[in-house]
């Protein structure tokens, strides 16, 4: 036990402290510790702590069936809870060659990209607060409240749905679903100006972003950094495109890119992904073909017994799911690559010999939910 | 006792005047000095409450929101609810502080700005004391509170605490460069630090028309220089509770917080009165060249009014600022004073020097 | 010269941004008419959630008392974290035949996840959601209910 406690610590010169950022602090958006070594206001080194809010999701999800499993999913990026639904849903199907309706994959890729503008409008206001700027806050959540009230009219509940079942839906859209979605397309693309306005066009905010955590594409790919934080480095990891699931192959959106790798660039990508989301949200909400919501499942899933990966783009990036199954009704092992937690990796990388402001910058720019890491 | 509202000159020198005939000088010197004490007190607890109030409501007006609703009306007892709270709270003590500086360090805070409203005129014939280097007095009282933040930072015993006071002491001595370089603009145009006579002088327009372009740089820069003098957003480094959770008073509760959240709030309140009566005529009336009819009108309102209407304006100004930009680095902060604020300013100067000299002012 | 020209075009270019994100807030400042606050609990009797809103497990019952669960066990099973427990009686009928029919059906509120799983997977839909929200209470044994009424009986025609 005690060489447990007693991790090595590089020796520290006499000018370096420590502080704990966390486990409560306002900027680690939940119970994530970062001990800090600090030279000044300069830091040196940041240790991350996780494992606060550890709850053992992928040893639950050994005892629950697969139907089970989804409500665990949504409690790990809760930010993208229907994504997480998705790829355990997808897991399931392609393990045993299930087609499910077009309707179906229609209407799973309009809820995943209204679920990935809710969570990179809830990461702009993070972001915006983390930074000092609290009104962002509020012109976040205030257009977030519209996809909620989507969300909550079809599925029931706001935050973690459990929308999607192996096999296709939990239950059908409501009639109003795609009025309601055009209307907030509408009203969005007008409140994203603002977003804009006071925020990235904004001196100080250029000021605060610009050059600060400079991650090169190399460094992107060697510390597995995925999703707009990676594409912020030229990488183009977006499962998206590279293995298309639903209907993104059918869909025409582009790849956000930025080739400068700093803050500012994984802000203004998430911002242009927004706007590629409700690109595809356009195509998509007045063509949904009529059919079932699911197709028929036995009451209990077996796998076969095997091996299997799946992927999908959460919005923080790559969440891989990698499934043994001996055949019963519960997987023997379920394993997650949560996007939020390989991403914590860079933080040190990016953070070193920055003042801790940037720090808080630079950890609210990769958009690290908690649980995600944890699980 | 004649009671005019637009000239209390004649009322408190009655007050004077039959005091000094009832009571021995000492005596009365020690009642006025008194009677003084607790109107200012009063005062300073009204303003400090109000603001507080106007603040959440301002903020929440720009987010969107309601703000404040359930105490009282339009919840204008919120603030006073919020300050009974904080009276009962428990005051902590931290393990390993510097127990007298702790406890001192609000104190010396709260006293600064009590110093600083002393020297405001808030209406003709309505201050405490008018000295002749009025100005100056203030800029030098203001800038004591830095060292309650210090001291606080200091005794708490705590690094976030400690990051916080070093931030706003570089902050406040760099800022207060700026804001005594934009005072000194306007002396220079005015030729007194006297308040009574500053805003005199500008009966016949503000200084901030009067003094045309130099003046109006000077008004930004001091707007600009005294948010960051009075710790507020986007200069709130020293708090930046996104990073140091409430920088300097992290460790504070209960009654000794809430002295240092008054102490910012009246700090605002100071800065924002000194902006007012130097850039935009204090008490003054506004009046246009040779419209009659309007400046008789103007004249009617009353010079407390004209007085608060534009310290509330400037207030106002500060919150819009607060609740709309992110936060400065501590470097960026420093280089905006040092590298833009200053050399504008003393090239501001040397300008308003020059039309000072050429009569071209107004 | 040229890196003269720059520091102001720099002090300009600033200005402006900081002024155009200034007139997004003021902008809002001055439409009060946008506010989007929900007064709650002076709305309660305006407020109205959506008919599928995910509030509470309940079993409808119909005028007669009756609802429509067996009793199978189905939900019990599905429910990953325990909060449903069915307990169930066997009663004889006048023909000599023996029937299971619902004794009790016991929710846990406070262990629910609202996954839905238990609604949808009831063979004979004998549950359904309730739109109530304001689950506070003070004592926590407040949140166990029993779904089936007393003295309820199941509807004739549910096998
Ligand atoms: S509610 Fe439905 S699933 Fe549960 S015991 Fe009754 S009939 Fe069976
Ligand atoms: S909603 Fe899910 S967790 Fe809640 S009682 Fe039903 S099956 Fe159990």
């Known amino acids: 036990m005690k060489e447990i406690i007693n991790l090595p610590v590089r020796s520290i010169e006499e000018e370096e402290y420590h502080i704990n950022m966390g486990p409560q602090h306002p900027s680690t958006h939940g119970v994530l510790r970062l001990v800090v070594t600090l030279q000044g206001e300069t830091v040196m080194k940041v240790q991350p702590h996780c494992g606060y809010i550890h709850r053992g999701i992928e040893k639950m999800c050994e005892k629950d069936t697969y139907q089970q499993i989804i409500h665990l999913t949504d409690r790990m990026d809760y930010l993208s809870a229907h994504i997480n639904n998705h790829a355990v849903c997808l897991l399931v199907e392609g393990a045993l060659e299930v087609e499910v309706p077009e309707r179906v994959k229609y209407i799973r890729t309009i809820v995943d990209e209204l679920n990935r503008i809710a969570s990179h409008q809830l990461w702009w206001c993070s972001f915006g607060m983390d930074l000092g700027g609290l009104t962002c806050f509020f012109y976040g959540l205030r257009d977030r409240e519209h996809i909620l009230d989507i969300f909550e009219e079809s599925f029931g509940s706001r935050l973690l749905h459990s929308y999607y079942a192996p096999g296709g839906l939990m239950q059908d859209i409501h009639p109003n679903f795609q009025k309601r979605t055009k209307d907030f397309i509408k009203y969005f693309r007008k409140k994203i100006k603002d977003y804009d306005n006071i925020l990235s066009g904004n001196v100080i905010f250029e000021n605060r972003s610009q050059g600060i955590g400079v991650m090169s594409k190399e460094e992107a790919i060697n510390y597995g950094v995925c999703g707009p934080s990676g594409r912020a480095s030229g990488w183009e990891c977006d499962i998206r495109k590279k293995y298309p699931y639903a209907m993104y192959d059918k869909v025409d959106f582009r790849e956000v890119l930025s080739d400068k790798g700093d803050t500012y660039a994984r802000y203004m990508v998430r911002i242009d992904e927004m706007r590629e989301s409700m690109k595809i949200i356009e195509q998509l909400i007045d063509n949904i073909p009529e059919g079932d919501y699911s197709v028929k499942m036995k009451p209990i899933i077996k796998l076969p017994p095997g091996e299997y990966y799946q992927r999908v783009e959460s919005a923080r990036g790559e969440l891989g799911i990698y499934c043994i199954s001996d055949g019963n009704k519960t997987p023997v092992r379920m394993k997650f690559r949560t996007p939020s937690f390989v991403n914590l990796g860079v933080l040190d990388k990016l953070s070193r010999n920055m003042k801790i402001a940037d720090l808080v910058a630079i950890g609210a720019s990769l958009d690290l939910v908690i649980p995600d890491i944890d699980r | ?362 | 010269m040229n890196s003269f020209y720059t520091y102001f075009a720099d002090i300009f270019r600033g200005l402006k941004s900081l002024l155009i994100g200034m007139s997004v807030t003021g902008r809002y400042f001055f439409s009060p008419g946008q506010i989007v606050t929900q007064q709650y609990p002076e709305n309660r009797k305006t407020l109205k959630m959506f008919d599928r809103f995910k509030g509470d497990l309940m079993m409808p019952h119909d005028t007669n008392n009756q609802h429509r669960c067996t009793g199978c066990g189905i939900c019990e099973t599905n429910c990953p974290n325990g909060s449903i427990e069915v307990i169930s009686d066997r009663i004889e009928l006048p023909d000599g035949k023996k029937k299971r029919i619902i004794d009790k059906h016991i929710y846990h509120l406070s262990m629910c996840t609202f996954c839905n799983l238990c609604v949808k997977t009831c063979p004979s839909d004998a549950l359904a959601w309730d739109q109530t929200f304001e689950h506070a209470v003070f004592d926590r044994s407040k949140l166990t209910k029993i779904l089936n009424k007393p003295g309820s009986s199941i509807i004739k025609d549910i096998e």
């Open chain 2, 1 to 362: 006792m004649a009671f005019n509202i637009y000239d209390f000159t004649s009322f408190t020198q009655s007050i004077d005047e039959a005091l000094y005939e009832w009571l021995p000088p000492f005596w009365a010197l020690i009642v006025e000095m008194t009677i003084i004490g607790l109107v200012f007190l009063i005062g300073y607890a009204i303003i400090g409450l109000f603001l507080v109030y106007a603040e959440r409501k301002v903020c929440a007006f720009m987010q969107n929101r309601v703000g404040p609703n359930r105490v009282g009306p339009y919840g204008i007892f919120q603030t006073i609810a919020d300050f009974i709270k904080l009276l009962m709270k428990e005051l902590v003590y931290i393990k390993n502080s510097d127990k007298l500086l702790f406890n001192i360090a609000p104190f010396i805070v709260i006293i600064a700005s009590f110093m600083a409203i002393a020297a405001i005129p808030f209406a003709k014939g309505l201050h405490a004391i008018d000295f002749d280097i009025g100005i100056m007095y203030v800029i030098a009282v203001t800038s004591l509170g830095v060292v309650g933040v210090l001291l606080a930072g200091w005794s708490s015993n705590n690094k976030y605490s400690l990051i916080g006071a070093m931030r706003s002491g570089a902050q406040i001595i760099s800022y207060e460069l700026s804001v005594g370089l934009s005072l000194l603009t306007i002396i220079v145009l005015a030729g007194t630090m006297q308040f009574s006579e500053v805003v005199e002088l500008q009966s016949s327009g503000w200084f901030i028309f009067k003094g045309h372009i130099p003046a109006c740089i000077a008004f930004v820069i001091f707007l600009i220089a005294s948010t960051a003098e009075t710790n507020r957003g986007p200069f709130d480094l020293a708090e930046a509770e996104s990073e140091l959770t409430a920088g300097f008073h992290t460790e504070y509760s209960g009654i000794k917080f809430a002295f240092f959240f008054l102490a910012e709030y009246m700090n605002m309140f100071i800065v924002a009165s000194i902006a007012a009566t130097v850039f935009l005529g204090g008490w003054m009336p506004f009046h246009i060249g040779s419209w009659e009819g309007f400046n008789y009108v103007m004249d009617f309102i009353p010079p407390l009014f004209w007085y608060f209407g534009k310290t509330a304006f400037i207030i106002w100004l500060m919150m819009w600022f607060k609740w709309t930009f992110p936060r400065l680095r501590i470097d960026q902060l420093l280089n905006l004073e040092w590298k833009y604020l200053l050399p504008i300013n003393l090239v501001n100067i040397l300008i308003m020097a020059f039309i000072v000299l050429m009569g071209w002012h107004f």
